[in-house]
């Protein structure tokens, strides 16, 4: 599936060490991928990562519809579980941030963005798949410039077009001669940075995680070779260790995104002073 078929993982070959061929480290090729249908030069077409969105999509949308199609007074297995999902994050994460009664409507939101991006993260240790939807860069950004979209809007609704601007500015009259520096950072801050490192937060760590774990995972079958076969056992003890911990962090990824949407729909809600 790579975009040049000359790249390929270790195991794909019989690239072994002492066998007087290079590591096939990985590299950007190994977030490449050939169209499934179209062509790339026209920019139309459908790859890999697009299916695996789709399908994490529908997966999702699936469960939900499960769970809540006919619900019942003592829950199923599977209602139950989609219920104490939506409970953690409408009550540990929307009333925590933004309280009860004005939060309660951005509750749907911020549960679909967790379970979507959960599910994005969760490709990279699935069988087959094996490959986090979100260690793309345009995914993330996407779902970082619609909570974007929301706070400038929800801003100008609630506070006007001069309550807006005190907002994004942190406008405070008692820093003085600094007011103008202050303003001036908090503005290219708020306008341009957050959206940015919202978004290269998710990416970069799924895309560390995923480089690491195809480093471990091609080391163990390149090593497998003569005296190497010492080393490939270390290695492939590391790529399990570093599966364990990619489950944590894909989680931890999804959970960080949605607070830090309730921390700037919170800021667009509050009252400036």
Sequence with gaps: MSADPTQVLAFESDCHI????????PGLHS????????????????NKTMLLALLGSIIIVGFFWAAFRKPKVVPGKVQMVAEAGYDFIRRGVVYETIGKKEGEKYVPLVVSLFFFIWMMNL????????????????YPLVLALIVYVLWVSLTFKRHGFVGFFKNVTGYDKSLGGVLPL????????????????????????????????????????????????AYAGVSFLMTIVMTAFELFIQALQAYVFVLL????????LAEHH
């Design 261 to 268: 949407t309730c921390t700037y729909i919170q800021g667009a």
């Design 182 to 229: 202050a303003m001036t950072i908090e503005f290219f801050s708020n306008l341009l940075v957050r959206p940015f490192t919202h978004a290269v937060r998710l990416f970069a760590n799924m895309f560390a995680g995923h480089t690491l774990l195809l480093l471990f995972t091609i080391a163990s079958w390149y090593l497998l070779n003569g005296i190497g076969i």
């Design 18 to 25: 002492f066998n007087g061929c290079g590591f096939p480290a």
């Design 123 to 138: 490709w990279s240790i699935i069988p087959v798949a094996q490959f986090p939807v979100t260690s793309i860069i345009s």
């Design 31 to 46: 977030f490449l991928f050939k169209p499934i249908w179209g062509d790339a030069d026209s920019n139309v077409y459908f």
